[in-house]
């Protein structure tokens, strides 16, 4: 089945590049999301990358993908404190399911001034 | 004006008592749907609807039922409610139309105690 995994925190100066990491088990997955979580607030798509890519990069925002390991990360450069977010993975499969995300249990990320 | 609004916001209730959550959205989509959000456990899918007349259960739908009473409303109800889902729950739009990547918009949550 489905299944997407991430590390639950992180901490990181303010200032320093952020790296969360995520891994899928569904190798038809089409689609991989990033969702970022502010305190109080719903989920927002910060990026997402097609399967058939390895990298995409969206001002501090880079996206690394290994489709072979499933594998997947998300760079944040000089990250700043409004950063401080919980950050979930999530994956689409292709046909009759793409309008389904599973969710990874999301990462917190705590800048450090 | 935000796209995707819920009411109420936060909600306390007693076990075994019926309550509704409702959801609006503003954006024209066609598909809806419910999670629940849980500490350390993520977005779980509990229902999810494509347009007025087409409603399915997602992962966790035991305990919870909806309706679609327009293509901009959805509303998610606990029939008797317990105290495990007590949780953030959480409504999303996408559009049907949309080709390619599945973008969902979040509502601001609602949060249920339930004692």
């Known amino acids: 089945g489905e299944d997407v995994e991430q590390s639950l925190f992180l901490s990181v100066r303010e200032g320093d590049s952020s790296v969360i990491n995520c891994t899928y088990t569904?190798?038809?997955?089409?689609?991989l999301y990033w969702y970022k979580q502010e305190p109080g607030a719903g989920l927002q798509l910060l990026t997402y990358?097609?399967?058939?890519?390895d990298m995409k990069q969206d001002q501090r925002l880079t996206v690394l993908l290994n489709k072979k390991d499933k594998h997947l990360s998300l760079r944040i450069a000089d990250t700043q404190t409004g950063d401080s977010a919980i950050y979930f993975c999530?994956?689409?499969?292709?046909?009759?399911?793409?309008?389904?995300?599973?969710f990874g249990k999301g990462t917190k990320l705590s800048v450090i001034p | 004006d935000a796209d995707v609004t819920q009411t109420p916001r936060n909600r306390i209730t007693k076990t075994g008592k019926r309550i509704m959550l409702e959801c609006s959205q503003t954006?024209?989509?066609?598909?809806m749907y419910w999670y629940r959000q849980d500490p350390g456990l993520g977005l779980r899918l509990i229902y999810y609807?494509?347009?007025?007349?087409?409603?399915n259960k997602g992962e966790i739908s035991d305990g919870y039922s909806v309706s679609r009473q327009a293509q901009a409303k959805f509303s998610l109800s606990l029939e008797s409610a317990i105290p495990n889902q007590t949780a953030l729950y959480f409504c999303?739009?996408?559009?049907?139309?949309?080709?390619?990547?599945?973008?969902?918009?979040f509502g601001p949550g609602t949060r249920l105690t339930v004692l």
């Open positions: 999530a994956e689409s499969i292709s046909g009759a399911g793409s309008y389904q995300l599973t």
């Open positions: 569904d190798s038809s997955s089409t689609y």
């Open positions: 999303a739009t996408s559009d049907l139309r949309a080709t390619g990547y599945n973008e969902q918009f």
């Open positions: 990358i097609f399967s058939n890519m």
């Open positions: 954006k024209g989509h066609d598909r």
């Open positions: 609807s494509f347009d007025v007349k087409d409603i």
